[in-house]
C-alpha cells in the first residue's frame, strides 16, 4: 500500500510531524457504529480461552529454553529466530490484550495474567506497558503524552535507508525505553511484583539449566521484535503513509499468531473487544473499514519503511494537547 498510489519519485522526508488539529477519529466512528449496530456491544466481554493459550505458549517456551541448554550459540540463535521469536511475540501480545483486561472480567486476574506470560520473554514489563498503553489509546497523538510516537531525537537521527535498518534492528529497545526517558513514571507495588517474579525466574533458569537457556530466551524476546515479520505490526498501526489517515489494519495470515492485533482499526474503535471477535466488527460494519487503506504483509510494510524515501519516525500523527490533559 503506498500514499493512494501518487508518484513519489524525488520527494524526501518530512521534516516533521503531521499534525491534526481535530480529536482522534475512533471515538466518534465508534458511536457512529454503535448508534447503527449496538449488536456490537454484545461482543464486548473477555476471551475466557485466553488463560489456556497464553499457558500453552509460555510452556512451551520454557520447554525450549530448557531443550537448548547445552546447544551450541548459532543453534541458539536459529531456534530464537525461526522459532521461539514467534511465541515470545505472541506473548508480549497476550500481554497486549490483558492490559484491556480481556481474559478476565476482574482486572487483577488479568494482571496476574500478564505477570505469567511475561515469564518466557525475560525482562519485566507487563505491568509498565499498561499503564503507557492505555494512554496510547485514550490520547492518540498528543504530544508529550503518547509515548508511542518516536521522540525527536530519533526522527532527526533515523533520516536515511541504513539508519532505518538499524532502527527496526532495535525498534524494541526504541519501544521500551523512549517512555522510561521522556515521560517516566513512578514504579508502583504491581511494578515490583512483576519485576520481582521475573527475577526469580531468570535466576532459576541461571541456576538449574545454565545462561545458554536465559540468552535463548532473551534473544527470542529482541528478534522477534526487531527485523521479523511479526514486528511489522508496529509500524504498521499507526506510520502515516496516507496522509488522510493515522491508523491502519493488517487482513493477513499472521493475525492467528498475533491475537488479531492486524485488526488496528477494530481494536482502537473497540478497545474492549477481544482479539478473537474482531473480525467480526468488520463484518458487521463493513462499510466504515473497507474504504480505509490496510495491509495485507507486515514484511512488505517493513520493506516500504526502510525503502520509501518519504517515510520515517516522522511519519507519525501528533495533536497538542488540551488544556485538561
Known sequence: MGKNGEDREGVIMSGDFFWSYTDEPHASRRRQILSKYPQIKELFGPDYSAFFKISAVVLLQLGTAILLKDAGWLKILLVAYFFGSFLNHNLFLAIHELSHNLAFSTPVYNRWLGIFANLPIG????????????????????????????????????????AKTIWVFLQLFFYAFRPLFLKPKPPGCWEFINFSVQIALDVSMVYFWGWKSLAYLILATFVGGGMHPMAGHFISEHYVFNPEQETYSYYGPLNLLTWHVGYHNEHHDFPRIPGNKLHKVKEIAPEYYDSLSCYKSWSQVIYMYIMDRTVGPYSRMKRKPSKTE
Do not use: C, W
Open 123 to 162: 525482562v519485566p514489563m507487563s505491568v509498565t506497558f499498561q499503564k503507557y498503553h492505555l494512554e496510547h489509546h485514550r490520547f492518540q497523538g498528543v504530544d508529550g503524552i503518547d509515548m508511542d510516537i518516536p521522540s525527536l531525537a530519533e526522527a532527526r537521527v533515523v533520516t536515511n535507508i541504513l
